[in-house]
T-cell receptor
Framework: GQQVMQIPQYQHVQEGEDFTTYCNSS?????IQWYKQRPGGHPVFLIQ?????EVKKQKRLTFQFGEAKKNSSLHITATQTTDVGTYFC???????????FGSGTRLLVRP | EAGVAQSPRYKIIEKRQSVAFWCNPI?????LYWYQQILGQGPKLLIQ????????DSQLPKDRFSAERLKGVDSTLKIQPAKLEDSAVYLC?????????????FGQGTRLTVV
């Protein structure tokens, strides 16, 4: 079945450092979404990417969808303590309407 | 706009007992998802409804789990009998009718502990 993996599993950074998480799917995705889950909270939608090679920015966050539509990345510039949480990618395949989540990357930020 | 409502927030049961979770999606959202999230892992899709029809339930352990969505609105997820490995947060989410092209809105989840 479809699998979506993320690396790294954990990342502990000093406040002000950059952070990147990578998402890889075993199958081609029709689109990809990114969610953030704060400790003890529920996933909250951040953004959706649809086109091959698409890049979107939200303030300090940059999202990219791979050319082959099988991978994606999220980069945070100059992390802040408010960035703490787990970041998940989630995607749909062309042949399925299922929203499958990745394994997540947990970000910890030292003040 | 009201969000996705779930109840109860917490539930502790003994193994082999039964339990039910309830979800009320955002008004007008035709797609409803139930996810199981074990501590430290990503949400695992159990079942997905489009209105009151099942889109996918390939990951639902059907020998013990069941779900229904009456009238295409509220949904219930039941576990009978529960096992220790069912301890997890059960998340309900909903999205607009155009499946695959809209964000999923999540409820607060139900934290189940099986002892």
């Amino acid at each position: 079945g479809q699998q979506v993996m993320q690396i790294p599993q954990y990342q502990h950074v000093q406040e002000g450092e950059d952070f990147t998480t990578y998402c890889n799917s075993s199958t081609t995705l029709s689109n990809i979404q990114w969610y953030k889950q704060r400790p003890g909270g529920h996933p909250v939608f951040l953004i959706q990417l649809v086109k091959s090679g698409e890049v979107k920015k939200q303030k300090r966050l940059t999202f990219q969808f791979g050319e082959a539509k099988k991978n994606s990345s999220l980069h945070i510039t100059a992390t802040q303590t408010t960035d703490v949480g787990t970041y998940f990618c989630a995607g749909f395949t062309d042949s399925s309407y299922k929203l499958i989540f990745g394994s997540g990357t947990r970000l910890l930020v030292r003040p | 706009e009201a969000g996705v409502a779930q109840s109860p927030r917490y539930k502790i049961i003994e193994k082999r007992q039964s339990v039910a979770f309830w979800c009320n999606p955002i008004s007008g959202h035709a797609t409803l998802y139930w996810y199981q999230q074990i501590l430290g892992q990503g949400p695992k899709l159990l079942i997905q409804f489009q209105n009151n029809g099942v889109v996918d339930d390939s990951q639902l352990p059907k020998d013990r789990f069941s779900a229904e969505r009456l009238k295409g609105v509220d949904s219930t997820l039941k576990i009978q009998p529960a096992k220790l490995e069912d301890s997890a947060v059960y998340l309900c989410a909903s999205s607009l009718p155009r499946t695959g092209w809209h964000e999923a809105f999540f409820g607060q989840g139900t934290r189940l502990t099986v002892v």
